[in-house]
Structures are given as structure tokens and as C-alpha cells.
């Protein structure tokens, strides 16, 4: 495992979290450079004219105050770590999120950013130096805090109707291969799934795995969400949210369901 680069970054955007951690999440950034990332992400009173960028709208107002946001750390490009918040607090990184039927994921979470431009600059490939980073960062906190590698998940599993990173290019299988992460076995079969099973059996899997889904046997719009940040992580091939049998045998794989 590769030595870690640490620089302190502190962030004021924190508060109590107030359980136990048992989850990682994974980020990527966003914006266009690590600098402003971190500029974002430790901003006491954060406002439009200091980070523009495509997710705002033509009529934002320069001065209109943005949301306090923060993680517990930073990677960049060069695979620098930058810590902003100490792991015994909750910081603010995964909004309205849920995992195996829990809300408040910032309460239960450490919360990683991974410096990348994200689908609004054209989702770069993220540098291999940054990956080896990662996966060391990753190894520790699941080390120190006991945990085995499902619980590292993406921004995109926790909130599958507002979020897409780390995206479709990030390497999870690199990361399954290192240890701290999990990846499905090949299907033996690519089957489909006739329409009076398939949305059902998707929704039982998807709840298995962890995502928020009913199993109600009806197509909604959470389950739409669910299948494609599924497919996101593991079958980036064809990101559709359609309930289909490569799915759904690729969740077999990583479930009892």
C-alpha cells in the first residue's frame, strides 16, 4: 500500500455526529479544479459568484448563498489527501441520502471527494496515482473502523434520484480487486425477464443490495433510479434504469435476493 500525502485543509462546515461509522461514500467533486473544490467545501458562507459553474441557472443571482457543504477528505489528481473534518464528526457531503433503510448518511458516513470534473466537465478519466490514493485511504478507514468492503458505496447509491458520482468511469473493479470495494460475479447466463416477474424481483435484489426501493411489484420512479446507478457501478455498458435479466443476475451475485 502506498504511502499517504496528507495536507490539513480544515473546514468549519461540520457538526456532531452522534453514532458510530459504518459506511464510506465516495464523491467526485465536480468542479473544475481542486483548488476550487476545496475553496467550495471549506467556505463558511458560500455564494453563486464564487463558483459558477453549469448547475446554475442563467438567472442565479451573483450574491444568492449556496448551501455549507464539507467531507472528511479530499483526493487529488496527484494523489494528495487533503483533510478538512475529523472522522468523529458528521460532515456534510451526502444531502438527502439513504442506505439498507437509514436516512441522515452524513451521521454514519465518511465522506470522500475525489477531485474530478464530473459529467458537467466530461467525466476525465481519473488519474492512476489518484486511484492508488484512494484505495490506500479507503483500506485505512475501513481498517480503523472495522468494517468489510461493502460498506463503501458511491454518492449515486446513496442518493440514486439527485446524484451520478463518482460516475460511470470510475474504476470500482480496481478498487474490488484491492480490497475495499465489491464487484459482481459474471452472469453464467444473460437471461430476460419476462414483465410479470421482473420488476418485483429487481425491487427485492435492489433492497437486498441496499438501495431505498419498495418491493411493490410497480415501476416507479425510485426504482428507475435504483437500476441505473446499479448499472452506473457495475454494468456501465448500458445505463438505462430498464429491469433486465444481465441486471438482474449481477445483483444475484452480490445478494441473497
Known amino acids: 500500500m502506498i504511502p499517504l500525502r496528507f495536507i490539513d485543509r480544515p473546514s468549519p462546515n461540520f457538526d456532531p455526529r452522534g453514532?458510530?461509522?459504518?459506511?464510506?461514500?465516495?464523491?467526485?467533486?465536480?468542479?473544475?479544479?481542486?483548488?476550487?473544490?476545496?475553496?467550495?467545501?471549506t467556505d463558511p458562507a458560500p455564494l453563486a459568484r464564487n463558483f459558477p459553474g453549469p448547475w446554475q441557472g442563467e438567472k442565479t443571482a451573483p450574491d444568492a448563498p449556496l448551501g455549507r457543504v464539507s467531507a472528511h477528505y479530499v483526493v487529488g489528481e496527484d494523489g494528495v489527501v487533503y483533510r478538512l473534518v475529523a472522522e468523529d464528526q458528521r460532515a456534510w457531503h451526502a444531502g438527502a441520502s439513504s442506505w439498507n433503510g437509514e436516512g441522515d448518511v452524513n451521521a454514519r458516513a465518511i465522506g470522500i471527494e475525489i477531485v474530478n470534473g464530473g459529467h458537467d466537465y466530461g467525466l476525465p478519466d481519473f488519474p492512476a496515482a489518484q486511484i492508488d490514493a484512494v484505495i490506500a485511504l479507503v483500506k485505512d478507514v475501513l481498517t480503523r473502523n472495522q468494517l468489510d468492503a461493502s460498506r463503501v458505496v458511491g454518492h449515486s447509491d446513496v442518493a440514486p434520484d439527485r446524484k451520478l458520482d463518482p460516475g460511470e468511469k470510475f474504476p470500482w473493479k480496481r478498487l474490488a480487486e484491492a480490497g475495499v470495494s465489491v464487484w459482481p460475479a459474471a452472469p453464467a447466463q444473460i437471461f430476460e425477464l419476462t414483465s410479470g416477474e421482473a420488476m418485483s424481483k429487481l425491487q427485492h435484489q435492489l433492497a437486498a443490495f441496499g438501495y431505498s426501493v419498495t418491493p411493490t411489484g410497480v415501476a416507479d420512479a425510485a426504482t428507475h433510479n435504483a437500476l441505473a446507478a446499479f448499472q452506473r457501478r457495475f454494468r456501465p455498458a448500458r445505463i438505462d434504469g430498464a429491469p433486465d435479466g444481465e441486471t438482474s443476475a449481477l445483483l444475484a451475485s452480490l445478494t441473497s435476493a
Do not use: I, S
Not at 25 to 36: I, N, R, S
Open 19 to 41: 453514532r458510530a461509522v459504518d459506511l464510506v461514500v465516495l464523491h467526485y467533486t465536480g468542479m473544475k479544479d481542486c483548488q476550487t473544490a476545496l475553496a467550495r467545501l
